[in-house]
């Protein structure tokens, strides 16, 4: 059975980056593509990017600029970096093994951006 | 981008009754790779149908996907209790990826 947990700071300040991690325990992170999405109540569920194994990253256009997405050394985790964060950034953010459609995902976590 | 708009925004039903959800896409869908997810309050999406049709494991049968091109539809033939959630449509057919805005299903 597959899990994906989230983790990171609930709080970030604007201007700074967001950070978080994805633990995947249950399936070698050495296989497949692994996504991360985040919710707002006004926009929604929105795709932010995924990584393959062999590195390869994808990201969504509007936040292509301030978005890296990458695999940690350990190859049981993947990371989200997003900077220069604004209010707009606060959202759950989730993420999830796949490329399209997701069986797994993790449980989310609610990122703030304030002062 | 595609755009998904799925309606109606809430559907007001009974236990037992059937839900018919729609999904209208601004452009028609490579491979009719579209997945419905069902949410419920502080949960992860949960993949209900993927590639319009198929349904995930663990999903009772009384949930069934149609439609091709720009038209989809879900349909519950006889709402459970723990059916009563907000739906989402998702398309992974061309990037970015894109989600409908949901359909709340209500008793």
């Known amino acids: 059975q597959v899990q994906l947990q989230e983790s990171g700071p609930g709080l970030v300040k604007p201007s700074e980056t967001l950070s978080l991690t994805c633990t995947v325990s249950?399936?070698?992170?050495?296989?497949?593509?692994w996504t991360w999405y985040r919710q707002t109540p006004g926009k929604g569920l929105e795709w932010i990017g995924n990584?393959?194994?062999?590195?390869?990253?994808n990201y969504s256009p509007s936040l292509k600029s301030r978005v890296t997405i990458f695999i940690d050394r350990s190859k049981t985790r993947f990371s989200l970096n997003l900077n220069s964060v604004t209010a707009a950034d606060t959202a759950v953010y989730y993420c999830?093994?796949?490329?399209?459609?997701?069986?797994?995902w993790g449980p989310g976590t609610r990122v703030t951006v304030s002062s | 981008e595609i755009v998904l708009t799925q309606s109606p925004g809430t559907l007001s039903l009974s236990p037992g009754e059937r839900a018919t959800l729609s999904c209208r896409a601004s452009?028609?869908?490579?491979?009719?790779?579209l997945a419905w997810y069902v949410q419920k309050p502080g949960q992860a999406p949960r993949l209900v149908i993927s590639?319009?049709?198929t349904r995930a494991a663990g999903i009772p049968d009384r949930f069934s996907g149609s439609g091709s091109g720009t038209d989809f539809t879900l349909t519950i033939s006889g709402l459970d209790p723990e059916d009563f959630a907000v739906y989402y449509c998702q398309q992974y057919g061309d990037s970015p990826v894109t989600f409908g805005l949901g359909t709340r299903v209500e008793i």
């Open positions: 249950g399936r070698s992170i050495t296989s497949n593509y």
């Open positions: 999830a093994r796949g490329d399209g459609w997701h069986l797994y």
């Open positions: 452009q028609s869908i490579n491979s009719n790779s």
């Open positions: 990584i393959h194994y062999s590195g390869r990253t």
């Open positions: 590639d319009a049709s």
